[in-house]
């Protein structure tokens, strides 16, 4: 029998481990970092979180909880990818992307019908690009190719042409167009991750006619089409997309053309006469309210207002406010318009020995920053929004 000493002397029992959190707590945890490079850091921490962060259905929770970053720009003719560069905060989400740069060459896509004209991309949105070759034809141009592109995966699929009988309907000559334009519609509530529609806008001076391509039925039909719009130029300007109506800029006219893609119809938007001159772009303010953002080619000052009641957007524009975008760059608005609940302009040095340089405004506090510096002297870029590789869904 031990002495009373030596119990004394017995090492304590050590205490109880702590129970393993539960999967549906430690997945409420994880959802709540909101920086995917976070999120893959405690992926590598243990098999149990890799296994949890790489599943399909939590990914799926994330992405519906914190909205996609912005990962870089896409030059539309050379297909360079630029990814956002430090201080900027999703510079480290982007570095997953240079390793697969060669996916935003695609070179994965068959040649054109024309060997000599090369794709272009034309629209981003949803981790989708858009890309497109046109053949110059006698005074007009024939239907492009299209293809719809998920650069992460090298997918892609082609786009048949609109078919005769459908241009024969709105007296087009068979695949000739006098202009036309091509770009992707947002997916919104009912997206299933794979389907996608495209919209096609072909256009002379006082007609436009819209026809709809989708993934789904792998048909094109018929928009609408309005042969009065009496704009005075047929030159429209930044594409943007604002609670469910395309919205153009007409190139040195007051006005809007809009397109409202539930409806399917036209109408014209008046805009201050002051604005004649001005890029315009038309965004989601928040609680259904629109705001308008205009700019005159490379100044330094960017007006904004916001639509606080029901009304025309001319009148939101009388009481517009004026934010400053840094002194020594002369600016330009990117022809991508907005995205994501932010604009993007180029800025071009004032000091010629200085890069060219992207930078992006947050629509709801107006904070300016500094993206990445740029390889050209382009404002033909297209902002890409999206997950690291390993999160990302497939588009196509």
Known sequence: MPSPVC???????????????????????????????????????????????????????????????????????????????????????????????????????????????????CDVRDGRVLLKSNYMGIMAFHFPDLAVCDPLFRRYRLLPPIPDDLLASVHFPQQIFPLFEAFLVPSGEEDDGASFRVIGRAYRAIRSVVFVFSSRSGLWNLGPTWDNLNLESSILLCRCYAYGCIYWKVMRINKLLTLDINRMDFSIVDLPPHYDERDVIVVEAGKGRVGVFSHVKFDTSVYYAIQEKEGEIANVCQSEITTHLPAHYDFCLVAGGAAEGYIFFVGFPKDSMVDAASFSLQVKTLKIEMVCQMMSQSY?????????????????
């Open 7 to 121: 119990r004394c002397l017995e090492a304590p029992a050590p205490p109880p481990r702590p129970a393993a959190l539960a999967d549906d707590l430690l997945e409420e945890i994880l959802l709540r970092l909101t920086c995917p490079a976070d999120l893959a850091r405690a992926s590598a921490a243990c098999a149990s979180f890799r296994r949890l962060v790489t599943d399909a259905n939590f990914l799926r929770r994330y992405r519906s909880l914190h909205p996609p970053l912005l990962l870089g720009f896409i030059d539309s003719v050379s297909f360079g990818f630029q990814p956002a560069e430090a201080p900027h905060p999703n510079a480290i989400a982007a570095r997953s992307i240079p390793r697969h740069a060669g996916c935003f060459s695609f070179d994965y896509l068959p040649p054109t019908r024309w060997n000599w004209n090369p794709w272009d991309a």
């Open 380 to 396: 033909y870029i297209l902002p890409y929004f999206g997950y690291p590789p390993s999160m990302s869904p497939r588009r196509i």
